[in-house]
């Protein structure tokens, strides 16, 4: 999982592995998990994790912030990269 603090070509993304990397700006990256049966958790809801603010660095006063996870892809599909993205969503934090 990365935060950013904005959006590759407008919002439309670039070609990146098989998918597109849609963040960028002062990319942090939060974590790194293993899935297990297709999911990943991170944040306020794993005991002894940061909360995803606090591991973003997002200041007191909010702003807002890009997101978006790469995962491994064996299976070549568009391209020949074995690794893909996520969509991106878009949070704005509040005081």
Known sequence: LFQGNGQQAGGFGVAFG???LCVNQNVIRLNVRNAVGGTVAFGYSVPGDPTISGAGQVPAVGATRFYQHW???AATF???GTFNLTNAVRI???P
């Open 71 to 73: 995962y491994r892809d």
């Open 92 to 94: 704005g934090w509040m």
């Open 78 to 80: 568009c391209t020949t």
């Open 18 to 20: 098989d998918g597109l």
